[in-house]
């Protein structure tokens, strides 16, 4: 099969276009012929390496993979050959307490795929039948790869850590990323006022066209001033917090008193500060979240068939070209998600 690896961590400049043998297909695994993959910065991040990830090379990224059955393990009972799917990017063993409550991020191998194990920059990707659902009947498959890892994050965020609730006020970072995206839909879907930050018009009013409220020019504005503005000083209720170093004091000073901070990723620095007094007094909530539980996506997928949630494909990429869909993702240049075909 063709795919894009890496040999060592570094740029762009490590990703190859090669031929691989696919390897042994498991008792209780499926493989997939990959009709699309959508990009994620996870995939920056494990191209680029740090310190705790230890992969044997070579490597192939890729979360959020769309495509057709090709062949079923021998234990596997229910999936047929030819029938279009999607992959949810969450591994674990399936057996453990966590697994069996629904909580697979809290087992103890739990692992994601392209981050831990080979993912679907390739024409095939191995994954186990559980992580299969339908592909939505409405959606192609260069949309529905838009959906797996962002989406399952967000309504992990807001619905399951956050508990945002209807009336309150949610404030959304980096609007036209691809979790961003996702967060402005659920906001609204649960009854939230939303408030979105973006770079520039064009980004802004997309964001409005998704739902968003009111919305707030990082580039022009101190969002947590403009926080600030639009609720009459009050502040939010819950900040979607993805950026890091960046936005972090500005996330804090934006919540109204009891408000919550939820979080799920460092894009531009993990060394952020806390002061103690600011957070004990204003009586505020720190929430960490990573990807959520298998069954969590059932519930996505429904909202996505019945019109209420949508995926936003910014553009489709041939697979030979991933380090140039990447550097659109380092240069933020994109709103939703970049895809990429084999």
């Known amino acids: 099969m063709k795919a894009i690896v890496f040999e060592r961590h570094g740029g762009p400049e490590v990703l190859q276009l090669r031929d691989l043998p696919p390897r042994p297909l498991r008792p209780s695994q499926v493989r997939v012929r990959v009709r699309a993959v959508a990009l994620n910065h996870l995939d920056l991040w494990v191209r680029e390496g740090w310190p705790a990830l230890k992969l044997p090379f070579p490597h192939v990224l890729g979360s959020d993979v769309a495509g057709v059955v090709e062949e079923v393990g021998s234990d596997v009972r229910g999936v047929a050959a030819g029938a279009e799917v999607l992959v949810n990017p969450g591994l674990s063993c399936g057996r453990c307490e966590a697994c069996l409550a629904g909580r697979d991020p809290f087992c103890a191998e739990y692992a994601i795929l392209g981050e831990h194990a080979w993912g679907g920059y390739a024409e095939l990707c191995d994954v186990p039948a559980a992580n299969l659902l339908p592909k939505p009947s409405r959606l192609s498959f260069e949309e529905a790869a838009c959906l797996p890892l962002t989406f399952l994050t967000a309504w992990t965020m807001l619905v399951d850590r956050a508990a945002l609730r209807p009336g309150e006020t949610l404030l959304v970072h980096a609007a036209g990323s691809g979790v961003g995206v996702a967060a402005v839909q659920i906001g609204k879907l649960l009854g939230a006022r939303v408030i979105a930050t973006a770079g520039g018009e064009a980004k802004l009013a997309r964001a409005r066209a998704l739902g968003a409220d009111e919305t707030i020019d990082y580039e022009r504005e101190d969002f947590a001033k403009g926080a600030r503005r639009l609720t009459g000083g009050r502040g939010v209720d819950v ?7 960046k936005t972090w004091t500005g996330s804090l000073a934006s919540l109204a008193a009891g ?12 060394d952020a500060a806390v002061d103690l007094r600011f957070l004990f007094y204003r009586k505020l909530s720190i929430l960490g979240s990573t990807m959520g539980g298998k069954g969590t996506l059932f519930s996505v997928l429904r909202e996505v068939e019945a019109g209420r949630l949508s995926p936003v494909l910014d553009q489709v990429l041939p697979l030979a070209q991933a380090a140039q869909a990447q550097g659109l993702l380092e240069s933020r240049a994109q709103f939703g998600k970049v895809v990429l075909v084999p």
């Open 239 to 245: 900040v979607f917090e993805h950026v890091g170093k």
């Open 259 to 270: 408000g919550r901070l939820v979080t799920c990723g460092a894009t531009t620095g993990a």
